[in-house]
């Protein structure tokens, strides 16, 4: 944890613009110079003496609990091991529970856990009567058994022979904590399986009770499309040091954009540009979701290709996360030219993502970074940096119970900066990953940190979370970036003449291929992007072993502000 006094500085983006002299660019919403760039906050909080504890959780529309098998957990509504403690307000997948492979790989105590839920008509045996595999993905072979250990499956749970029943996670995972007592150490890490939200202001599912949109003059945070014609920001065609920086964004996924360089949609992305394509993680996802389709009910990821554009394809609403990997993209790109953002596709348009889909992409960045830190590895394969703009609010915080916990520990242990959004809904309610930046490091650094947004004038952003979570607010409210140029919503134009000659302009088409947005998501991308800055100039980039990683994260962080 962060313990230095709070201070208030800026740092700089490099940012080139065409002409010459002094001006106001709004590619960052900040004052730009002709040497330098452009002006962003980052800052270490105060101290904060608002204590967390908020139990409330905003209400999800029952389309989207359905569109995913899911349903919200209501503490007062739902039943208890003996002893157990009074959960938190959640969503999980009501058919889906993640066991770590050294339980499903434990040949006494699968078999335990089958005859508990069967005494409630529920059952983990497939179809075929085996009980589900403990094989992982074969990228993730290169770690040590004891790691592979720790890698949750999600397992189907089905109505039993003894049925009729009704499956829910929750109550079998009750029914597995009343009924089987394991010495296997991973046994309480057997868990529901949350669905996780994207961090873009106005991508949460529902707002109520905690309704943080300006009612009276409409939203200053609103995403819309925006006119720029400044150059793109200067890369240098070889490392500073030998290497590129990478920072992974695990996020919505690929499109097309003329700063990325590719044409189309799947038409692939030219070699020597700034974005590159983490398709081990997009083809295992893709696995691991063909596996469980039809299954449960659920909306799947099959590629690394944001789609679709819609949330309603009838309607033609853009989805509430269409664009989001996109914009943050830019952002990084912006701040740390030299460095490359490492893509995967973990969350859909319509801002959801399924806490198993997010696991797996980070155990393969561990396996990768693993494997590269090995002698003889390849360090251009090393990720340096991964960017989490999107997290939940789960039933309990504890220590034991956290597979987010778990992998985070792990890449943190290896010298990854892991960078997470507080949240968008003006709570002090716990939100993970970011909130696991309370929690103290087996070893010197911080976990994870957890970032606020501000607004332009340095004031903090109406809608960011609060409490001791945020050990980082950077300038999150208002950004320019890069958007989706394709991308074309219904609501059309307000007002426009017969003759189409004269219009107003329309809010939600985004051929200029620039949008401005705002959310802790993209204060995310500013700290993400000041973190590559400052590791690509580190003259160390190369030496890459844990603990030479771990130093440079820590310093990193020191000098963020």
Known sequence: MLTMSSCRVCYLLVTQLPGSGNGYSPLNDVWVTDQKGAVMTIRFPEASNIATGQAELPEWPQWLLDRYGARMLHPNEVVRAPGAPVPRSTVYRTAILLFPRGVLADGVLVPQIEQALSEIGLTIRLPNGEFPSSALHPALAGLDDNVMADVPIPVVIRVGAAGPAVVDAWAALQQIRARVSSPNTRFERISLEHLLVGTNYGGVPTWSPHDVRPSSFGSPYRLMPVAFRGTGPVRQPTPPNGRRVVAAVLDTGLVRHPLFGNAAPGSGLPSGGFVREFTTSANAIAQQNKYLNGLTPTNILLNIWEAPVYGDVLTEEIGRATGHCCFISGLIHQGAPDADVLVTRVMQTDNICREADLLLALWLIVARVTAAQKPGGNISEIVDIVS??????????????????????????????????????????????????????????????????????????????????????????????????????????????????????????????????????????????RAADLLSKDPTITTVDAASMRTRAINVVQQLP
């Open 388 to 529: 989490l703009s999107l997290g939940g609010y789960v039933e309990s915080t504890s220590t034991k119970a956290s597979n987010l916990r778990t992998v985070i520990m792990d890449l943190t242990g290896r010298g990854v900066l892991v960078v997470a959004a507080a949240g968008n809904d003006a709570t002090t309610r716990e939100f993970y990953p970011a909130a696991l930046a309370t929690e103290p490091n087996p070893w010197p650094g911080q976990r994870v940190l957890g970032v606020g947004a501000l607004n332009p004038d340095d004031t903090t952003a109406w809608f960011s979370n609060a409490g001791p979570n945020i050990t980082i607010e950077a300038t999150g409210a208002c950004m320019i970036s890069t958007f989706p140029p394709d991308v074309k919503g219904s609501h059309g134009t307000g007002r426009r003449t017969e003759s189409g000659g004269r219009q107003t302009a329309d809010p939600d088409k985004f051929s200029g291929a620039w949008a401005m947005g705002s959310g802790t998501s993209y204060a995310v991308a500013h700290v993400v992007a």
